[in-house]
């Protein structure tokens, strides 16, 4: 048994890595505001505000052995650093693909690819539009390595999470569409590469990193398939055999506004080739050589269809509504037959 803090721990990543440490008998402890949701059953919950400099320094004594942050407030890692880095044994931050300068070229991983500069210095945090986001998990990286050296840290660079109580709509998107059934308004080409990775999964990897005490910086993300091997593998996870999909061509698609990767009027999981080739095609064999274990993409389907049923409250719309996507085929209908 091993004793975990987890910062944050009420929703999504945070929360499934909690909800699986407790489900493997460790002892938990989840370091939050509370106001996202409640933490996992068997999790103890200590309430702190992360603004505050000195919020974590009562847990400073408390002999945890791994510590797992997800923040992307720059002041929120340097407070919780500067608490515990002299008290905890390994230290795993999630960053993020973000970080990356070159989302062009295609088979790049962590050893090779450059990333973005740190944010100016009055920048503390990504705004609403994200503006920073990248910028503000390279200082964080940074500031953990710094703190903890090399040997301690594990820095994971979460691609697209995908699975049950996912907030983002954009593999909803597609477990809702292959549900509802019909002809399929398919963006590009079914050979365009698409890749995420399972939130379990992720969460198993970022334990399994504190168990074995895994550092360095690697890519947390699935191996890539094509577009339609990610349709079909939906389309299997919910039982339904023979999707009807119409591939549409992406200028046409620009054409008619309709937008890419996520919000209104977009077809998720489809960016803009060849500007955005490298995105989804990433080089993911050393996190697999160092123990991340993926699913197969039907048991993330079925989970998430799973919780979509469950909770439809919680479930996030967006995307291309019916009504537009049906115009959209039309007119591709129209202009392949005239």
């Not at 996992?40 to 919950?45: D, L, N, V, Y």
């Not at 931050?93 to 989302?103: E, I, K, L, Q």
């Not at 609403?128 to 840290?153: L, T």
Request: glycine share 10%; with cysteine.
């Amino acid at each position: 048994m091993a004793r975990i803090l987890v910062l944050g721990g009420t929703r999504f990543l945070g929360r499934a890595v909690a909800r699986l440490a407790v489900a493997r008998g460790h002892e938990v402890t989840c370091a939050a505001r509370g106001v996202s949701g409640a933490v996992p059953e068997g999790a103890r919950f200590v309430s702190v505000d992360r603004d505050d400099p000195a919020a974590l320094t009562p847990l400073a004594g408390q002999g945890f052995d791994a510590v797992v942050d997800v923040t992307r407030q720059i002041s929120h890692a340097r407070y919780a650093l500067a608490a515990l880095a002299d008290h905890v044994g390994h230290w795993s931050f999630v960053s993020t693909m973000s970080v990356y300068a070159d989302n062009t070229t295609p088979g790049l991983s962590a050893a090779n690819a450059p990333v973005l500069p740190p944010p100016p210095s009055d920048v503390d945090g990504p705004g609403p539009d994200f503006r920073w986001y990248g910028e503000c998990k390279v200082a964080i990286e940074q500031i953990v390595r710094e703190r903890m050296g090399v040997d301690r840290s594990f820095i994971c660079r979460a691609g697209l999470i995908v699975g049950a109580e996912d907030s983002s709509n954009r593999f909803p998107y597609w477990v809702r569409r292959l549900a509802r059934g019909g002809e399929i308004l398919a963006p590009g080409e079914p050979t365009d590469r698409v890749q995420f990775v399972d939130v379990e999964d992720l969460a198993g990897w970022l334990l399994h990193a504190g168990d074995t005490r895994l550092s360095g910086t690697y890519d947390g993300n699935g191996p890539t398939m094509s577009r339609a091997e990610l349709l079909a593998g939906v389309a299997a996870g919910l039982g339904v055999e023979d999707p009807r999909l119409t591939w549409v061509d992406q200028d046409f698609l620009r054409e008619h506004d309709v937008r890419e990767w996520w919000g209104e009027r977009a077809l998720p999981l489809w960016v803009r080739l060849p500007e955005f080739a490298g995105l989804m095609d990433r080089d993911v064999s050393a996190a697999l050589a160092a123990g991340l274990v993926v699913r197969p993409l039907a048991d993330t389907v079925r989970v998430t269809a799973t919780w979509m049923r469950a909770d439809p409250g919680d479930v996030p719309q967006g995307g291309l509504d019916p009504a537009d996507e049906a115009a959209v085929l039309g007119a591709w209908h129209a202009v392949r037959m005239a």
